[in-house]
């Protein structure tokens, strides 16, 4: 699967941003997909994933209630939606693929596929 990031910018706090992953190469609806981020000195971690079917997802707690993850298999297109953001969201964010099961839908060396990234800064 290959998959291209896009839709990151600049936005000031409290904006909003809609992140696309375009998938390609493989049955899309295959695979659990997530997004990922990591910002200016951290480490890569958790931001959200969906199931297969689109039908179930799953938050890391700092943006519980902010984003919104989705998918759309008819397009091979996975969204993140980013509400009410905060500088501390600010950082590069990646979509990620795989045959993941649930209980590793969190951690990102579960995942065998990943876009090259797009950069989120949200100034204050």
């Known amino acids: 699967v290959q998959l291209q990031a896009s839709g990151g910018g600049l936005v000031q706090a409290g904006g909003s941003l809609r992140l696309s992953c375009a998938a390609s190469?493989?049955?899309?609806?295959?695979?659990?997909m997530a997004w990922f981020r990591q910002g200016p000195g951290k480490g890569r971690e958790f931001v959200a994933a969906?199931?297969?079917?689109?039908?179930?997802?799953y938050y890391a707690d700092p943006v519980k209630g902010r984003f919104t993850i989705s998918r759309d298999n008819a397009k091979n297109t996975l969204h993140l939606r980013m509400n009410s953001l905060k500088p501390e969201d600010t950082a590069v964010y990646y979509c990620?693929?795989?045959?993941?099961?649930?209980?590793?839908?969190?951690?990102?060396?579960?995942?065998?596929?990943w876009g090259q990234g797009t950069l989120v800064t949200v100034s204050s």
């Open positions: 990620a693929a795989g045959p993941v099961n649930y209980w590793k839908s969190r951690v990102a060396g579960a995942y065998d596929y």
């Open positions: 190469g493989r049955t899309f609806s295959d695979y659990r």
């Open positions: 969906t199931n297969m079917g689109g039908g179930r997802s």
